[in-house]
């Protein structure tokens, strides 16, 4: 089975600052996506980053970056210059490519909070 | 172009009482996805559902609860008899056929059971 470690529950940043949030997975899969979820107190779920797994590259979306290191199952999250609107629920998820299920598994999360 | 839209957004219910939560997928959306989030935890997986047929049910628990995406409306997941232990809140998301980004959320609805 899948799962998907965060071990860093909560995180704090100065704004302007960089701040890399932590992400492993385990799967005995080959091809497969990789997530970041930010989860505001909104609560609506919004993605902020995808990693397809068979890509070398590290996906880059403005101020978020990511770290995949498919050999140590690692996917981190960098964000620089952060903002006050950074502040949120960080989630990184998991699925399987193909197939016709598109179930996603998700870590507990990691609570960022961004200081002015 | 509306998103996912789920209502309600808040939902109280006595132990014991049925929880109905309602999604309207994004148009053109034919896969709807059901996720679980539990205090203080991430989401999980319990249902996904094409039109008029339920794909993976593997994260539902086995008595109580149920799920249905019919021809016309809305995505319904029930909970009958609800217990304190099922106040969370309840995502749903909806994709295209063949989707590779990820899915499209809803904003969730609070279940409190008290």
């Known amino acids: 089975a899948q799962t998907v470690t965060q071990s860093q529950p909560e995180m704090s940043v100065q704004e302007a600052e960089t701040v890399t949030l932590s992400c492993t997975y385990d799967?005995?899969?080959?091809?497969?996506?990789l997530f970041w979820y930010k989860q505001p107190p909104s609560r609506q779920m919004i993605l902020v980053i995808r990693q397809e797994a068979y890509k070398q590259q590290n996906a880059t979306e403005n101020r978020f970056s990511v770290n995949f290191q498919k050999a140590a199952k690692s996917f981190s999250l960098k964000i620089s210059d952060s903002q006050l609107g950074d502040a949120a629920m960080y989630f990184c998820?998991?699925?399987?490519?193909?197939?016709?299920?598109?179930?996603?598994?998700f870590g507990k999360g990691t609570l960022l909070t961004v200081n002015p | 172009n509306a998103g996912v839209m789920q209502n309600p957004r808040h939902l109280v219910r006595r132990r014991g009482q049925e929880a109905r939560l309602r999604c309207s997928p994004m148009k053109g959306h034919s896969h709807v996805y059901w996720y679980r989030q539990l205090p203080e935890e991430g989401l999980k997986f319990m249902v996904y559902?094409?039109?008029?047929?339920?794909?993976?049910e593997s994260g539902m628990p086995k008595e109580r609860f149920s799920a249905e995406f019919p021809k016309e409306g809305p995505s319904i997941l029930r909970i009958q008899q609800v217990v304190r232990g099922d106040s969370a809140a309840y995502f749903c998301a909806s994709s295209t056929t063949g989707s590779h980004y990820g899915y499209t959320f809803g904003s969730g609805t609070r279940l409190t059971v008290v």
């Open positions: 998820a998991y699925r399987i490519r193909g197939g016709s299920n598109y179930k996603l598994t």
């Open positions: 799967t005995s899969e080959s091809d497969y996506y």
């Open positions: 559902l094409q039109k008029e047929n339920i794909i993976d």
